[in-house]
């Protein structure tokens, strides 16, 4: 019997261990397939030296865009966490993202990776304050709303306060933000822009997003737009900091749709 328990108990730290060492899966990457380049090369090589300073630079602020490299070789990478996790998190989530980039795009000078407390990206061209909406995926609620007129009146308001609150200055790109539906449902949305875009530009890469709702969101009870420029997303459940308490057992059973330039 005694036995048979500490049998138990190591079998359960073991898958503990095990699970702790893995890294999450991504919401989704882009390895452009037109910058193949050769594993072992200067520019991947480089890639690797970005990579360990994002790991270690980004958490701190939560943003990075920085270099790494010279001449043909160099290459520009950004990290940035959302704006409201934290800098635990963030840093679990680039160290991930650095890990799975490399595992998922081996031989591309040009990839990004998605989650949804942080995004990173590198390129052997500089893309620093640049609007990039050409690649996107989306994550849509299975369920439609029962009353859509009343819900998108509410969903369209609660972006447009968003979306105005993300290009204030101190705001860093993010907005967020939550509006009654009825006394026991809330809808909770979040917008953000990485932080080397324009006031203008974010703007734009916001309404960029929220113009494919009708694609891709119509009448759903939650979804994701993930773009390199910036991130969209409602639920009708909390999924920001400080969440909410989760009281009303929404449907969080998604779909995804990648969109290519
Ligand atoms: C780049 O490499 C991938 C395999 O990793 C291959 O499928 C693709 O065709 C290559 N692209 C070009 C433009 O050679
Ligand atoms: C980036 O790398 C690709 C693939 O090796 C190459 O064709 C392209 O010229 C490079 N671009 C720059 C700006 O170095
Ligand atoms: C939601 O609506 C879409 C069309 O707008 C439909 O294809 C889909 O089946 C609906 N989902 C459910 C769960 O009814």
């Not at 200067?42 to 890639?47: E, G, H, R, Y």
């Not at 790991?55 to 704006?83: H, I, M, N, W």
């Not at 369209?156 to 968003?162: Q, V």
């Not at 459940?237 to 330039?261: C, E, I, Q």
């Amino acid at each position: 019997m005694y036995l048979l328990l500490c049998k138990t108990i190591f079998l359960l730290l073991l898958c503990i261990t095990f699970s702790d060492a893995e890294s999450q899966d991504p919401l989704g990457e882009f390895c452009n397939k037109e910058t193949n380049i050769s594993i072992g090369g200067k520019v991947s090589s480089n890639i690797n030296n970005l990579l360990s300073e994002l790991v270690l630079k980004t958490p701190s602020t939560g943003f990075l865009a920085t270099t790494f490299g010279k001449e043909k070789d160099q290459v520009y990478g950004l990290a940035q966490c959302r704006g409201d996790v934290s800098t635990q998190d963030c840093s679990i989530c680039i160290e991930d993202a650095a890990k799975q980039i490399r595992q998922r795009c081996p031989n591309q000078a040009d990839a990004r990776i998605w989650y949804d407390f942080c995004f990173l990206r590198y390129n052997n061209k500089t893309f620093a304050s640049q609007v990039d909406t050409s690649f996107g995926i989306f994550y849509y609620n299975v369920e439609n709303v029962t009353d859509p007129k009343t819900f998108n009146n509410k969903l369209g308001s609660l972006m447009d306060e968003i979306r105005a609150e993300a290009v204030v200055p101190k705001q860093e790109g993010l907005g967020k933000g939550k509006t009654k539906l009825s006394p026991f449902v809330t809808l909770y949305a979040l917008v953000q822009c990485t932080r080397d875009l324009s006031e203008i530009s974010c703007a734009q890469c916001l309404a960029i997003s929220v113009s494919n709702f009708p694609t891709f969101c119509n009448n759903r009870k939650g979804c994701r737009v993930l773009y390199s420029s910036c991130y969209v997303r409602y639920e009708l459940y909390p999924f920001f900091f400080p969440l909410d308490s989760d009281n009303a057992g929404a449907s969080k059973k998604t779909m995804r749709a990648v969109v290519h330039p």
